[in-house]
């Protein structure tokens, strides 16, 4: 996506505005080249492709937070092919399992049930 304006955008605002979709991966802000126009633009990351395609048929040539309309932009599968895909430490394992399950919270500690037989 790309931003005009004279600052960047608060990523607690992207964060804000596209969370609303789906669960975020990560959300990174940065300024425009220096050949190119003043302005920022942001790498928005979500988990799930269906996620994003919805944030960009919503937010797509809209005010989101500032006064100029955002442009977003879906990545390409075979762009993402090119960089190596890291793993999911346990944090973000345990977010996406609460996203999805609904749950509050788990627990990492290892619960040893005796069952006795009758």
Known sequence: MRFLGVGPPPQHS???AFSQFG???SVRVFPNAAVAQPGFYAVIKFYSARAAHRAQKACDGKQLFQTSPVKVLLGTRHKAVQH???PLNSSQCQELANYYFGF???SKRIIKDHYHSL
Request: aromatic share 24%; net charge neutral; proline share 0%.
């Open 14 to 16: 992207l964060f804000t």
């Open 23 to 25: 669960l975020l991966y």
């Open 84 to 86: 190596q895909a890291l």
């Open 104 to 106: 509050n919270g788990w």
